[in-house]
């Protein structure tokens, strides 16, 4: 058996819902390892081996258990969207505008999108009104899809081949969407590549900060310096690899790069609104726009403007 500690079992070790009070738990967890020492060694992989395919049962199959991650209130607010045509993962890559070859080096491309349209879809189906809430659906959207964006990952992980999520995408995510004929009310949030990876086994090591820093017992507190400072003294350790460049770099750069005022998120930031703009989100008349219309967004108009 092992030493995990119970769900819900409490700090004095009284196991309000121990394996033998649960043999269902039990039963559950028994044939399943422990993940925490696996994921402690998983790493991104960015070079994959092009001759090498990920058969197509084998990518269904890692979907399926994606798709059982949690969900608010069992809506189910994603899609993944298989890139099979090699021109626009030709084209998906130049869109990211920088060093992302594995979009078109993997064995496969998925988009991870927000689905409200599938939501708006089912409703009508129904006779039922949908009723946009952009920044809910963004929210509930991002958080459902990428959970299940997570399973997809240590599914294919835990199979031996190597993933890389694709956040460049946002660079240019109209075009993005555009060129991959998203209709109204399905946004893409980032791309998954899935492969073989080259060298057989993944091998960069991105550390991450202490774990006082992530987690805050009994409350949230600003961090300290002494705290500060080892952020940085762990994430420092990653440069000079391969992957994360050369020893004069130091994370604050990297932090910089991301959140400084001209960092890639600031960047980031209008072509996100035109986006959600273009995708419906923020429309009156887009994602609750009724499908057999011939006003629809530009989106719209990519399909036909009905599903
Ligand atoms: C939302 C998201 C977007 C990402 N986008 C990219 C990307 O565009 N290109 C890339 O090479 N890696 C990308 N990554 C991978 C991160 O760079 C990687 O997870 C991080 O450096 C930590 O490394 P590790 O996953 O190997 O531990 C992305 C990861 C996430 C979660």
New binding site residues.
Partial sequence: MSDRTPAGGDRAGTDRTSRTDRPALAAAVAEVPDLAPWLAR?????QFDTDAEIPDDEVRAMVDAGRKAPTSGTTQMYSFVWIRDPDRRERIHEL?S???V?VEEASHFLLVCIDLRRIRLLLEHRDREFRTAPAMGLLEGAIDA?LAAMGVMLAAESRGYGV??????LNNLTAVAATTDLPSGVLP???LCLGVPRHGE?T???P?VPLDAVLHEGGYRDATDDQLDACYDAMNEMYGDS??GDDRREWQETLERYWGPNGFMNRREGELLDALRQQGFFEARGIDEPADTDAGTDADRNTGGAV
Avoid at 42 to 46: I, K, N, P
């Fill in positions: 998983r790493a991104t992989v960015r990211c920088r060093g992302t594995q990428s890389c999520p694709i956040g460049n995408i949030i980032f791309g993944a960069e090591h991105a991450r992957v994360y």
